[in-house]
């Protein structure tokens, strides 16, 4: 397969707009509602998709003093390169033994520990580096994933305690995550607090200080006020997707969607009915009709599950995906209609145009909406709208409504 240069910096089979003063608006939409706590951007997993070094950068400016990922290579990367201001903080939670302590330790990272190897290599980190380690301890208060039980916690406490006494620690916070915050009501989001109070008194009454105690993702920071504690760290609601359809729609919410994915139709034909559509023939044709190609599959992160249910926008009209989905292009059955190739096809946005939602593609999918975002692929790419901070090099230029084509993958 090969594809032809396109003249212009324009791309025109695909790409994922990613509106920043969207993920403005819904930072302060957040921060809103969580007045008295300080906030994380949750930008791992290259800000769900949306490209985490300019994802991080639009949260600074609408207000977040601190970027969350998972891993500390996604720390270190945004550290490195994204040239956010020094002051703002960067904590990364999830380590494996032999991680990159000391490195992490010079960036000035916030590091998480939920046991006790991670300390030790924590606290070897803190030697080499020769400088103290800004240690967040984590408590499983019920999520049952990473944190440390409630059992190890004295020892967990007690180390950290003996290692910040030495200099070789300074523990910035305590912390936890929830399991069910999505679900109104679920009995569980009670029974975490109130561990998480526990967790939390036990280790400030043996002087832990920390200057964050934490908790709260997007469904959290949403609903439940009390559990906003000193810091709310949001991810998906940032971009303007909804955490579950029972907490409503984004609109609802008052959140914008930040992504927008398009495609240009790459052909458009006359077909006779009872024509098989696409691998396995899982749609024929009812009649005569026209198909058109849309250039984006499974390889590009369109769910192959939404094969013969996923939506998509094309001249004002809603077509489904007919047959399945492959691994670079789908079909539509315009139904006789005849777009010109090329005419837009969008498969998700924010909905103001008439076009479909990722949550859409989600229950066509049968899967979260977190998931569509996400997976959209490096092939897709990322262009930035209304970004507004310069990058280093031109000192000149800081248009509000600058378009930014990024032709490799995001970030
Ligand atoms: C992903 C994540 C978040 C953000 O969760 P959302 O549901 O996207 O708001 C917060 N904290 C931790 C530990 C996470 O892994």
Redesign the pocket.
């Known amino acids: 397969m090969s594809e032809t240069a396109q003249p212009t910096a324009a791309p025109q089979r695909a790409r994922a707009e990613i509106d920043l003063a969207a993920l403005r608006a819904n930072v302060r939409a957040l921060r809103a509602k969580a007045p008295g706590a300080a906030f994380?951007a949750?930008v791992?997993a290259d800000g769900?998709g949306h490209g985490a070094v300019a994802c991080a950068r639009a949260a600074v400016e609408a207000g977040a003093g601190w970027i969350?990922t998972?891993t500390p290579e996604e720390a270190l990367a945004l550290r490195a390169g994204a040239g956010l201001p020094a002051d703002v903080r960067i904590m990364c939670?999830?380590w494996t033994p032999g991680g990159p302590w000391r490195e992490a330790i010079e960036a000035d990272l916030d590091v998480s520990v939920s046991g006790m190897w991670a300390l030790r290599e924590a606290v070897e980190g803190a030697r080499l580096a020769g400088r103290s380690a800004r240690v967040q301890l984590?408590a499983d208060t019920g999520l049952g994933r990473?944190g440390c039980q409630p059992a190890d916690w004295p020892e967990l406490v007690t180390e950290a305690l003996r290692a910040e006494r030495e200099g070789l620690v300074r523990i910035t916070g305590l912390?936890s995550?929830f399991a069910c915050?999505?679900e109104p009501g679920h009995p569980s989001v009670a029974a975490q607090l109130a561990r998480f109070r526990e967790m939390l008194a036990y280790a400030e009454e043996r002087g832990v200080r920390p200057e964050v105690r934490h908790i709260?993702?997007?469904?959290?920071?949403l609903t439940l006020p009390e559990t906003h504690f000193d810091l709310v760290?949001?991810?998906?609601?940032?971009?303007g997707v909804s955490?579950s359809p029972e907490l409503g729609s984004a609109a609802d919410l008052g959140l914008r969607p930040v992504m927008t994915l398009a495609a240009s139709l790459a052909l458009v034909k006359h077909v006779p009915g009872g024509h098989g559509v696409s691998y396995g023939h899982h749609y024929t044709t009812p009649g005569e009709t026209t198909l058109g190609l849309v250039p984006l599959g499974y390889a590009d992160g369109v769910p192959r599950h939404a094969s013969g249910t996923g939506p998509v926008l094309i001249g004002g009209k809603w077509r489904t995906v007919a047959g399945r989905i492959a691994m670079d292009q789908f079909v539509v059955d315009l139904g006789g209609d005849e777009p010109g190739p090329g005419e837009e096809a969008v498969l998700f946005g924010p909905g103001d145009r008439g076009e479909p939602t990722a949550e859409d593609w989600a229950q066509a999918a049968g899967t979260i909406a977190?998931e569509i975002v996400t997976r959209i692929g490096s092939r897709v790419p990322r262009v930035y709208v209304d970004e507004t901070i310069e990058t280093s090099e031109t000192s000149e230029t800081n248009a509000t409504n600058a378009t930014n084509v990024a032709t490799g993958p995001a970030g």
């Open positions: 994380m949750v791992k769900y969350g998972a939670w999830l984590k990473n912390w995550h915050a999505d709260a993702n997007s469904p959290a920071t760290r949001p991810g998906i609601a940032m971009y955490p977190y």
